[in-house]
T-cell receptor
Framework: KAGVTQTPRYLIKTRGQQVTLSCSPI?????VSWYQQTPGQGLQFLFE???????NKGNFPGRFSGRQFSNSRSEMNVSTLELGDSALYLC????????????FGSGTRLTVV | AQTVTQSQPEMSVQEAETVTLSCTYD???????LFWYKQPPSRQMILVIR??????QNATENRFSVNFQKAAKSFSLKISDSQLGDAAMYFC?????????????FGTGTSLTVIP
């Protein structure tokens, strides 16, 4: 059974640019969540998508957006990049059960220069 | 608001010994779930163990066990017979038992070093 796949693994962008990250969840998982991980702030929840609808949203500015497709694959987009957006972006998928934990991808390391 | 606190930024243990990582959380809910995740240098977060709040029995997975104290809102992880492969960052996480969303709250992590 394939795991959660995130692409690309590494990305270097310039301030002001925009970036799109991709996440393919485990087959059958309809919930996809995104987290930003930094040394200073730890893991911070960005948003969750379920059946193509955003079900939850964290406290991030509108520059951070996402979407989910009918095959449950998800993308997140960050516009007008700032140096502080440099982080590891983790995607996690989950079945629908409340007791289910996440299965995480290996993340995309974004560096903004 | 739900918060998760890991008060030990770093811990170390001798190989084959036992170590306990601490976690406390704050919630007004009675129905929730607790998890421990491991993040090795490869970056991928791996689920170690989970605990349902309504279950009084502490969860166990091989060498990993928890001490769940619901009244004290404490959820510590015990690793027995520590192995070199246990070296990683460990995160405690809380999930509200609601069907309206799947948001997890994570602690800041404990970096575990295993000494040969």
């Amino acid at each position: 059974k394939a795991g959660v796949t995130q692409t690309p693994r590494y990305l270097i962008k310039t301030r002001g640019q925009q970036v799109t990250l991709s996440c393919s969840p485990i087959s059958g998982h309809r919930s996809v969540s995104w987290y930003q991980q930094t040394p200073g702030q730890g893991l911070q929840f960005l948003f969750e998508y379920f059946s193509e609808t955003q079900r939850n949203k964290g406290n991030f500015p509108g520059r951070f957006s996402g979407r989910q497709f009918s095959n449950s694959r998800s993308e997140m987009n960050v516009s007008t990049l700032e140096l502080g957006d440099s982080a590891l972006y983790l995607c996690a998928s989950s079945p629908e059960g409340r007791a289910d934990g996440y299965t995480f991808g290996s993340g995309t390391r974004l560096t903004v220069v | 608001a739900q918060t998760v606190t890991q008060s030990q930024p770093e811990m170390s243990v001798q190989e084959a010994e036992t170590v306990t990582l601490s976690c406390t959380y704050d919630t007004s809910e009675s129905d929730y779930y607790l998890f421990w995740y491991k993040q090795p240098p490869s970056r991928q977060m791996i689920l170690v163990i989970r605990q349902e709040a309504y279950k009084q029995q502490n969860a166990t997975e091989n060498r990993f066990s928890v001490n769940f104290q619901k009244a004290a809102k404490s959820f510590s992880l015990k690793i027995s017979d520590s192995q070199l492969g246990d070296a990683a960052m460990y995160f405690c996480a809380y999930r509200w038992g609601s069907n309206t969303g799947n948001q997890f709250y994570f602690g800041t992590g404990t970096s575990l070093t295993v000494i040969p």
